[in-house]
């Protein structure tokens, strides 16, 4: 036979002869019930049978049989929602050790494997609301609420926790490089994008330098050709006079003429020859500009300056590019971190865990944007017992026996909080002074 109760609650437990406990056979009604009473009185003792009717074995008190008896027995009896009767059940222990726990339907019939049907009745065990909400560490609140819905997220938070390191080391990069390229200035207008070279503008240099050089050559030879040319002009007029010299001899010196007259026109091609090179050299020397050496001769002087400045905007180039490398790349993995913190998000929601206000994404939770220690302890307790409800999907039973650490206005919240989530919460508190307790003397009801 297995249990079909759903949403069901403690209705009546009996306990006898268990821990200091004689015997204690109460009603338990919906909502929350303090459990009061002076120190030694069973309280605590009586807290533990619950939690062992939720949890089996593992929640027994070290020496669950009382002094004197034979055997500690536990009993309790649930109750639908509906107000229909559910299963009960049945733990005993005998001073022996031997240990036996059992289930009934609501008819009486024996459930079998009645530990694997609590279970599964019980769902998550829950951690203590009134601990929880008052735990001061944010990380072990939020692993607590992980493990009560049976979430694991340690290979996401791993994960998210290697690409936050990653992006903050991006994140000094980019201060980094932000810092140096403002102190780096900003990039020098009208500068060649490569550093020039000293070598090509030394060639330039000389090469114009020759040309200035071979126009002085062309000079000379010009200035050399004209006087060839005025000393054969002189040689001309020497052979003229020797010719009329010669007239009164024609017929002696007749092939004398001859011969000088030839002279003179070879000379006179030579002067025609000399003539024309010296026309064209003046022409050339005339035509040829003048080097200018002195813009070469600055832009010579400035090289390193100029070179000096290419590779400061070069620097500054490459500085500029590595910072939009590094911003992307911070950008990529914040947008990792989001798919992340998406994916754990959707986890907690397929798990059932829809609480308004309360963020689980990040390391630590947060309820309505605050961190948990900024939360008040109020908003905090609620958020807690929220999720012990959240997490009693059949058996809406939670326990605990931080009670003293609430005062009168947190105890009517909690109140209020049960009755709206429907969790019934057993509570205890030192002392006689709540009215309405179930108030515990001697390891019996007080009357």
């Not at 036996?100 to 609501?106: G, L, S």
């Not at 300056?305 to 993995?333: C, F, H, I, P, W």
């Amino acid at each position: 036979m297995t249990i079909e109760s759903k949403d069901c609650r403690l209705s009546r437990l009996i306990v006898h002869d268990y821990g200091v406990i004689k015997l204690v056979d109460t009603m338990l009604p919906a909502g929350m019930t303090i459990v009061a009473g002076n120190n030694e009185s069973g309280k605590s003792t009586l807290i533990s049978a619950i939690a062992a009717v939720a949890n089996g074995k593992k929640a027994l008190v070290e020496a669950p049989v009382r002094d004197g008896a034979d055997r500690a027995t536990i009993e309790a009896e649930l109750t639908n929602s509906d107000g229909t009767p559910g299963p009960a059940i049945k733990i005993s222990q005998t001073a022996g050790g031997t240990y036996e726990f059992q289930m009934w339907t609501a008819s009486g019939e024996p459930i079998s494997s009645p530990m694997k049907q609590l279970q599964a009745l019980r769902g998550s065990a829950g951690p203590d609301p009134v601990a929880m909400a008052w735990e001061s560490d944010p990380r072990k609140v939020r692993a607590a609420i992980l493990e009560a819905i049976g979430v694991d997220t340690d290979a996401l938070d791993t994960k998210e926790k290697g690409i936050r390191d990653a992006r903050t080391s991006v994140g000094r990069t980019v201060k980094k490089l932000g810092g140096a390229i403002t102190e780096h200035g900003r990039m020098i207008p009208e500068v060649p994008a490569e550093e020039v070279s000293g070598a090509e503008i030394r060639e330039r240099y000389e090469t114009e330098a020759s040309l200035g050089r071979k126009k002085e050559q062309l000079h000379a030879a010009a200035e050399k050709a004209t006087d060839a040319v005025a000393r054969k002009d002189d040689e001309i007029t020497a052979k003229g006079a020797s010719v009329d010299e010669a007239t009164e001899e024609i017929e002696r010196l007749q092939q004398r003429v001859r011969d000088l007259q030839a002279e003179a026109v070879a000379l006179t091609e030579e002067r025609t020859a000399l003539t024309d090179a010296a026309e064209a050299a003046w022409k050339i020397a005339k035509d040829a500009p003048e080097p200018d050496l002195d813009p070469i001769r600055l832009e010579l002087d400035g090289v390193e300056d100029v070179n000096q400045k290419v590779r400061q905007n070069a620097a500054l180039r490459r500085m500029e590019t590595e910072l939009r490398s590094e911003e992307t790349s911070y950008e990529g993995l914040t947008r990792q971190i989001e798919a992340l913190q998406a994916d754990r998000a959707k986890a907690l929601k397929d798990a059932g865990l829809d609480i308004e206000g309360l963020d689980l994404s990040g390391g630590e939770p947060l309820i309505d944007g605050r961190a948990w220690t900024a939360a008040s302890k109020g908003r905090r307790l609620r958020t807690c017992l929220q999720i012990v409800s959240a997490t009693k999907a059949n058996l809406r039973v939670a326990w605990t026996q931080e009670g003293d650490c609430l005062d009168d206005a947190n105890l009517m919240l909690v109140a209020e909080t049960c009755e709206e989530t429907g969790l019934q919460l057993i509570l205890e508190r030192t002392g006689e002074r709540d009215d309405g307790a179930l108030m515990l003397e001697c390891g019996e009801i007080k009357e």
